[in-house]
């Protein structure tokens, strides 16, 4: 046994590993907290105390810290962490995303004075962003699924290659410009032609349309342009000497790390 008195601790006392009701609180005590911030609504089921993610959020992390919940539930996660000043992300499937863990963020914005609010000195402020995530892009051997719809991947694919949101609605192969270049993809009968060997496949027919849709977008625009496609029957010399980079899709479309 190893004995170390106050006086000799750089950073206070090491925590116990024992948490009792009276230190960190309990589900109980959870309910009645959600409760009073809706109480026109049914509380969900299991909530986790405030006083127990705040322990845990002191032990493990610092102001500016990022702290993943990915069940999120109620939003308790998120609410403590934002009141102590922590990044956080939190991930639900069930309707408590929108009925609970958004309006209880937003009464955290606003300066709800409930959970650890005194002991933090809270007075409100701050923000929050929500997604919906979207269907997934590849089944489980990796292959693109056959029902992604062509805006799912042109989504996907302009976030890999520009770490932005698309937002373009055209219906055409040539979905945006970025950094000078732009990008293209082939995929689902976009060109009206859903045959292995139509649309979807690079030649000097279909590089002729997506000229077009880019001409029509920027006519003066002449910089490199990436294409993605199940195939390309252009040679690999004409591909370069056009400025022309092809990405064939599965196997070239990547998730961005």
Known sequence: MLKKYLHEMKSGLTPNTWWSYNE??????????LKALFPDQEV????????????????????????LDSFLGSGTTAAVAHKMNRRYIGIEMGDHAVT?????????????????SASVGWQGGGGFRFYRLGPP????????RADIAF????????????????????NTPFIGFHDGRAFVLLYNGILGDKRPA??????????????????????AF?????????????AAATLENDGLTFKQTPYDVKARR
């Open 24 to 33: 960190v609180g309990g589900n109980k005590q959870a309910s009645s907290d």
């Open 44 to 67: 969900f089921g299991t909530p986790k105390p405030v006083s127990l993610i705040e322990r845990l959020l002191t032990l493990s992390t610092n102001p500016g810290d990022l702290a």
């Open 100 to 116: 609970h863990c958004v309006p209880r963020l937003k009464k955290v914005i606003d300066g709800e004075q409930g959970g650890i």
């Open 137 to 144: 892009v590849f089944d489980e051997d990796g292959q693109i």
């Open 151 to 170: 805006p799912v991947l042109a989504a996907h694919i302009w976030f890999s290659e520009t770490g932005t949101p698309w937002t373009a609605t055209d």
């Open 198 to 219: 139509g649309g979807n496949v690079l030649t000097r027919a279909t590089l002729a349309i997506v000229r077009a849709a880019i001409a029509a977008a920027d006519p």
């Open 222 to 234: 002449a910089g490199p342009v990436t294409i993605y496609g199940e195939q390309s029957r252009i």
